[in-house]
């Protein structure tokens, strides 16, 4: 979605006028308000979905950070999932990634995934709940690995219908973390 800067303002003032006069109606002002201020303009489409708006394609960062948010769930269920042995087994396999498979976020500085991250999870209703009240700053670039890691698991992701990720598929896909040249 594409907004001038009169739409913005215009947009904003109602957002105020619907708060000051505590209207209880269809729209939350506050998610207005911050979808502008963020400039997250497609978060309009995803959470207003009965509003025919024009098609448009997501930015290529938010289609990224879903992938990457959808993948992290999968491999913290899977690792939790995980036994003591297999747990143990993982750490050597995929060291130094193998002990705490928890998402360590996005660079807040350098990664505009970090804000896309943390308007869904903070802005918009259920999205990606799994992570709500997270620190998601990594305070280190985490992109590159993310996609050589996505790279791994989106066939998997196509194969796993209802099953949580097992050690071999934790494995590989950690691994591909660490290796530049990984796939």
Same mark, same amino acid.
């Given at each position: &979605?594409?907004?001038?800067?009169?739409?913005?303002?215009?947009?904003? &003032?109602?957002?105020?006028?619907?708060?000051?006069?505590?209207?209880?109606?269809?729209?939350?002002?506050?998610?207005?308000?911050?979808?502008?201020?963020?400039?997250?303009?497609?978060?309009?489409?995803?959470?207003?979905?009965? $509003?025919?708006?024009?098609?448009?394609?997501?930015?290529?960062?938010?289609?990224?950070?879903?992938?990457?948010?959808?993948?992290? &769930?999968?491999?913290?269920?899977?690792?939790?999932?995980?036994?003591?042995?297999?747990?143990?087994?993982?750490?050597?396999?995929?060291?130094?990634?193998?002990?705490?498979?928890?998402?360590?976020?996005?660079?807040? %500085?350098?990664?505009?995934?970090?804000?896309?991250?943390?308007? &869904?999870? %903070?802005?918009?209703?259920?999205?990606?709940?799994?992570?709500?009240?997270?620190?998601? %700053?990594?305070?280190?670039?985490?992109?590159?690995?993310?996609?050589?890691?996505?790279?791994?698991?989106?066939? $998997?992701? %196509?194969?796993?219908?209802?099953?949580?990720?097992?050690?071999?598929?934790?494995?590989? $896909?950690?691994?591909?973390?660490?290796?530049?040249?990984?796939?």
């Amino acid at each position: &979605m594409k907004l001038s800067d009169g739409e913005k303002l215009i947009l904003l &003032m109602l957002a105020d006028i619907y708060k000051a006069m505590k209207i209880k109606g269809e729209f939350d002002p506050d998610f207005i308000s911050n979808t502008i201020f963020k400039d997250q303009l497609w978060g309009f489409n995803w959470e207003l979905s009965g $509003i025919p708006f024009e098609a448009a394609e997501d930015p290529s960062e938010v289609r990224e950070t879903t992938d990457f948010l959808d993948m992290w &769930m999968f491999l913290e269920e899977g690792y939790e999932a995980l036994g003591p042995a297999e747990k143990k087994q993982l750490e050597k396999d995929a060291e130094p990634f193998g002990t705490d498979v928890k998402f360590p976020g996005f660079d807040a %500085n350098n990664e505009p995934h970090y804000h896309v991250a943390s308007y &869904m999870l %903070n802005d918009m209703r259920h999205r990606f709940d799994y992570f709500k009240g997270r620190n998601l %700053n990594s305070h280190s670039h985490s992109v590159d690995a993310y996609k050589r890691m996505y790279r791994v698991f989106e066939p $998997i992701r %196509n194969r796993l219908h209802n099953r949580r990720l097992n050690l071999a598929e934790l494995t590989e $896909i950690l691994k591909a973390r660490v290796h530049p040249s990984y796939r």
